[in-house]
């Protein structure tokens, strides 16, 4: 007899709420990078000029490494938006983006820290850490609160239902 795993994806509506948030923010987050894979160097360069970067000159495999980034990050953007559309159908990748993001928002603090970034100079790194962080838990919280309500039941209860 083969037993079925119950899925994480919680089926209270506030926890589900709460979960397709994250998924949202996360695929506007993410998604919005494929600006700079249809931009122009030039265009592109004005938006990083504008995040707090210094003026970029035209270099092809800067060129080439931008629209590698962006694109992945886009295609994150539309793989949330799907999981937002249907959590359960797209469970494996849900349970994945909550430590994603966690681990991204990690990786975007020691940076931020090690380059000794400011505020009042690179004005976007703080809504980036932000993102990340709010992101990782709207995602995480109702997995983890349906594990916890499930480990608290007890272990017949299925077999009472029956």
């Known amino acids: 007899m083969v037993q079925h795993r119950e899925s994480l994806i919680p089926k209270s509506p506030g926890w589900l709420r709460m979960l397709r948030l994250g ?3 996360s695929s506007i987050g993410w998604g919005i990078s494929f ?3 249809f931009s122009p160097w030039g265009s592109a360069s004005d938006h990083l000029y504008l995040m707090g970067a210094e003026r970029i000159p035209y270099q092809p495999l800067l060129d080439y490494w931008l629209k590698m980034a962006s ?3 886009g ?3 539309i793989a949330s938006a799907l999981a937002c559309i249907r959590p ?3 469970e494996g990748m849900v349970i994945l983006l909550g430590p994603f993001h966690g681990l991204i928002g990690t990786v975007l603090t020691i940076s931020a820290v090690a380059n000794e970034l400011r ?3 690179h004005p976007t790194f703080i809504a980036d850490i932000t993102f990340c962080f709010v992101t990782a838990f709207l995602i995480s ?3 983890l609160a349906n594990i916890l309500r499930k480990k608290s039941r ?5 077999e009472n239902l029956a």
């Open 71 to 73: 694109a992945t990050f």
């Open 141 to 143: 919280a109702p997995l």
């Open 154 to 158: 007890p272990a017949n209860a299925d």
């Open 75 to 77: 295609c994150i953007g």
């Open 23 to 25: 998924l949202l923010l």
């Open 119 to 121: 505020t009042d100079r």
């Open 35 to 37: 600006v700079f894979t």
């Open 88 to 90: 359960g159908s797209f």
